[in-house]
């Protein structure tokens, strides 16, 4: 095994420590937890299975195994009743709990760098204008689905999915989600693109 499968197994590791520690004695209902902490599941299982025949590049299952990382805090305290979005609160004097935000950044940051590395290498599309534009317009679609199936689950149950949506009282939550989402992903196609330039091979296995 070389260092740098190694270092994709310790990543592993750390979500799979991570997402025991997040289950054990959740703050609201397990309804909650899986409700928060299904997109991080979700996205393991797809990573695992697709390992061996669509490699992700290093730098890219860390900012995954991170982007999990606050999805499954989120999901064990509920997102409201993060400690790190109250000590946000005393430190910049927020109205509410914010850590949802962070959510909602790296939900723009992590789809944007994925879709850049499928597009360059399943796609005939290779130019940095096209690339970062889709990328970032496709964050910004996921955010949207992610807004509509809040929306959804509150039709379905208000009361037990109350904690799920994390609104706090904001009437302005859904859009500034999404524009977290934004800002997200256009720093970070703006970063993989403009300023790293990591290079991209045609091939499915090259890292």
Known sequence: MNNIA????????FVLL?????????EDT????????????????????TYKKFRMPTYLYVVMAFHMAVLLVGAHYSYAKVPLGFWMQDWFGFARNNYDKIGHLMQGVTPGLVMIELLRRTTPIKTAGW????????????????????????????????????TQGYIWDT?????????????????????????????????
């Open 175 to 207: 859009q500034t989600d999404m524009f977290m989402c934004l800002i997200g992903a256009t720093i970070a196609v703006i970063i993989r693109l403009r300023v790293l330039r990591l290079p991209t091979s045609g091939r499915l296995l090259n890292h």
């Open 6 to 13: 190694k270092s994709h197994l310790f990543l592993l590791a």
């Open 18 to 26: 991570t997402m025991l520690w997040s289950v054990v004695g959740v």
């Open 30 to 49: 397990y309804l909650t937890w899986i409700l928060e902490a299904a997109p991080a599941i979700v996205g393991l299982l797809v990573l695992v299975f």
């Open 131 to 166: 690339t970062g534009f889709l990328s970032v317009c496709v964050a910004e679609a996921i955010s949207a689905l992610y807004e509509i199936i809040e929306w959804l689950a509150s039709l379905s149950n208000p009361t037990d999915t109350e904690a799920f949506l994390g």
